[in-house]
């Protein structure tokens, strides 16, 4: 099964922009759809943004979108979720996980806070 493991989180303060990496293991990571999420204290978990496996069709919360791009680079194992504008309710634990068929890996998921 991939392995996930996700990076790029951190504080930043209003306005400001964040880069999230997610990479993952093994060969067939390009097969894999691959979804961030988030999920802040006393809130649900929220998919943020999605990009498909083969074609790479991307698929944005309203929350997000105009703000956040999601994009992959296969040769890399690598899925970025590009976070411009932040605002302070942007501030959660991110994931990625990766699905193809049954199989629904995830990370350990990486903080981002959003603080002046």
């Known amino acids: 099964q991939v392995q996930l493991v996700e990076s790029g989180g951190g504080l930043v303060q209003p306005g400001g922009s964040l880069r999230l990496s997610c990479v993952g293991s093994?060969?067939?990571?390009?097969?894999?759809?691959v979804s961030w999420y988030r999920q802040a204290p006393g809130k649900e978990r929220e998919l943020v943004a999605l990009?498909?496996?083969?074609?790479?069709?991307?698929n944005y919360a309203d929350s997000v979108k105009g703000r956040f791009t999601i994009s992959r680079d296969n040769s890399k194992n690598t899925v970025i979720l590009q976070m411009n504008s932040l605002i302070p309710e942007d501030a959660a634990v991110y994931h990625c996980?990766?699905?193809?068929?049954?199989?629904?890996?995830w990370g350990q998921g990486t903080p981002v806070t959003v603080s002046s």
């Open positions: 093994g060969s067939t990571f390009s097969t894999y759809a």
């Open positions: 996980s990766a699905r193809r068929g049954a199989i629904n890996a």
């Open positions: 990009i498909g496996s083969f074609f790479g069709s991307t």
